[in-house]
Each structure stands twice: as structure tokens, then as C-alpha cells.
């Protein structure tokens, strides 16, 4: 089965870190760019942080720039989402996405489509 499963979301108190895995499983993230995700209750979704297929390009909302940071292990299948700084604005639901390209050096493009989404893990920030 083709899936992305995200892990490590939780309850913090401001200011705290938090740090989230998405773990592709049935595919390779060898060729897929990443992108991170977040819906909160009664909100649009919105694109945290992107990442290339070859892991040199990122970028990043505004929101959360300098406080985010995101990172890719091949090795390990698997695409991280280190949050620190945390603020209860960051609460909401994070997804991880994958897209299959070939272009390795682009990390985000208005309106791409991706092929993969996790399910999902709540992250809850309290003040």
C-alpha cells in the first residue's frame, strides 16, 4: 500500500518544540519534492514548508520561517518537520504531501498538485 503516515504531533506548552516524521511506506521519496501542511478548525489549509527532491531548496511561510525547519533522510524514507518556538497559533493539523518530479532543485511551485497525502497528526500548542 502506497502511504504517507506522519508521527510526532502532541500537546507542548508555548515556546516548546516539537519535532514531526512523515515515513513514506510502498514508494521511494527518492523522487518525490515534499511539502508540510497545516489546517486549523474553521481555517484554509495552508503550506508550512517545502522541500526539493534533492534536498537543497526550501521554503518556508512566512509564519513560521526561522522557527521551522524541515529535512529529508532517504535513507530512512522518512521527511522531518523540526517546529520550535512554538506558538498556539501553530495549533492546527499537520500533513505531509509528496509530488513526483523530476525536477530535483524545485522545492515549491504555485498550485502544484501532490500525488500523496498522510492522514495527518495534531499538533496543540498551549499559551
Known amino acids: 500500500q502506497l502511504q504517507l503516515v506522519e508521527s510526532g504531533g502532541g500537546l507542548v506548552q508555548s515556546g516548546g518544540s516539537l519535532r514531526l516524521s512523515c515515513a513514506a511506506s510502498g514508494f521511494s521519496l527518492d523522487n518525490y519534492s515534499i511539502g508540510w501542511f497545516r489546517q486549523a478548525p474553521g481555517k484554509e489549509r495552508e503550506g508550512v514548508s517545502f522541500l526539493s527532491r534533492n534536498g537543497r531548496n526550501t521554503n518556508y511561510a512566512d509564519s513560521v520561517k526561522s522557527r521551522f525547519t524541515i529535512s529529508r533522510d532517504n535513507a530512512k524514507n522518512t521527511v522531518y518537520l523540526q517546529m520550535n518556538s512554538l506558538k498556539p497559533d501553530d495549533t492546527a493539523k499537520y500533513y505531509c504531501?509528496?509530488?513526483?518530479?523530476?525536477?530535483?532543485?524545485?522545492?515549491?511551485?504555485?498550485?502544484?498538485?501532490?500525488?500523496?497525502w498522510g492522514q495527518g497528526t495534531q499538533v496543540t500548542v498551549s499559551s
Open positions: 504531501a509528496a509530488r513526483q518530479t523530476s525536477l530535483a532543485y524545485v522545492s515549491y511551485v504555485p498550485g502544484y498538485v501532490y500525488d500523496y
